[in-house]
């Protein structure tokens, strides 16, 4: 049974940063796609970066630069590395996981509970 769970999420300040995990179980990770999404209130669940097993990235025109997507397949977690932090990046961000790579499309399979992310001016 695939399992995703992420940590790491918090409050901080504008200009801060953050590093998220998402510790997957259940399946042979190196063979996935990985993404992370974020969901703010009110709005759809965006693609914000993602990385395939062969280790290229995308990323969301909104975060290119501040954000660095990353995986440690010996531990099977996926990293955010997520600097320079701006209010509009208030969200639940969520990790996801499938054979197929959907890149930024929410339309993994495989999707952990959410971590709060909470910027202030």
């Known amino acids: 049974q695939v399992q995703l769970v992420e940590s790491g999420g918090g409050s901080v300040q504008s200009g801060g940063s953050l590093r998220l995990s998402c510790a997957a179980s259940?399946?042979?990770?190196?063979?996935?796609?990985m993404g992370w999404f974020r969901q703010a209130p009110g709005k759809e669940r965006e693609g914000v970066a993602a990385?395939?097993?062969?280790?290229?990235?995308s990323y969301a025109d909104s975060v290119k630069g501040r954000f660095t997507i990353s995986q440690d397949n010996a531990k099977n977690t996926l990293y955010l590395q997520m600097s320079s932090l701006k209010p509009e990046d208030t969200a639940m961000y969520y990790c996801?996981?499938?054979?197929?790579?959907?890149?930024?499309?929410?339309?993994?399979?495989?999707w952990g509970q959410g971590t709060q992310v909470t910027v202030s001016s």
């Open positions: 990385i395939k097993s062969d280790g290229t990235t």
């Open positions: 259940g399946y042979t990770y190196s063979r996935y796609c």
């Open positions: 996801a996981a499938d054979r197929i790579g959907w890149w930024l499309l929410p339309s993994y399979a495989y």
